[in-house]
């Protein structure tokens, strides 16, 4: 299938890496389904292309999603490649962030690509193929402290896809996890991020260095998602793409010091862990 008959449909397009992924797609040849929940916003940055459709969708709404794919398939007629990118990012410590807090992080970067995913798949499925990838994190590796609700939602990201892949591969459709580091964004901007109010004396201080840290963060991230995008279009050429992605040197490091910590843990308790079976096993 040559680029011009391929179809993206890319979630959170309006900003951020989603804008990336729309102009990489797009200049690759393809044609390209750009949702968000601000369709205006997402018009004016790309202005007209035969080869864009603009679609209004908030991930959190299946009925945003179902209306969004159908109308993908109403205009281009398939969906080859999904790119779950909507994205917010809720920080604090897990006794100060509210249920409804944690609640909007889960609908927002777990729900949020079920319900897309869910209504993509019978196109792919009637198809015999498509790939699709989910940008997960660091965070969705190893958790981190002040970042209890964003690991959450990344590590139950995580669960899912690996357990999605082997109930989809038989379709033709691949599956990528992507964990990028930390890339200059809109993720840790106003518009995206959200602090839990102080309430608990105990976490004084720490509370204040964490969220500085972050607030320092913001548009001084060392990964350039302009490659990113790059990198997913290539990713999405191979005939057996890679099943995760680990993006950027800070990602490669999340990922090495996991692998060394559950080695060691392993060591520690191999004897207790291995003896558990009955006698008679």
Known sequence: MTNHNKVWFITGA?????????????AAGYKVVATGRYTEKIAKVFGDNENLLVVKLDVTSP????????????????IDVLVNN???FFGGYFE???????????????????NVTRKVLPVMRKQRSGHIISISSG????????????????????????SLQPEVSPFGIHTTIVNPGMFRTELLTMESATYAVPLI???SGRRESNQDAY???????????????EALIKIANEEQPPRRFIAGADAVGIAEQKIADLKAQINAYRDISTSMAHEDA
């Open 14 to 26: 309006g900003r951020g890496m989603g804008v990336e992924f729309v102009k990489a797609a797009l």
């Open 63 to 78: 009925a945003d999603a179902e209306a969004a794919v159908k109308a993908a398939v109403d205009k281009f007629g398939r």
């Open 86 to 88: 909507a994205a917010n």
């Open 96 to 114: 100060e962030l509210t249920p409804d807090q944690i609640d909007v992080q889960l609908k927002t970067a777990l729900i949020g690509p079920m």
């Open 139 to 162: 965070a969705g590796l190893s958790g981190f402290e002040f970042n209890s609700a964003y690991a959450a939602s990344k590590f139950g990201l995580e669960g899912w896809m690996e």
């Open 201 to 203: 004396e105990d976490y």
């Open 215 to 229: 607030n320092g963060q913001n548009r001084k991230q060392a990964g350039d998602p302009v490659k990113l995008a």
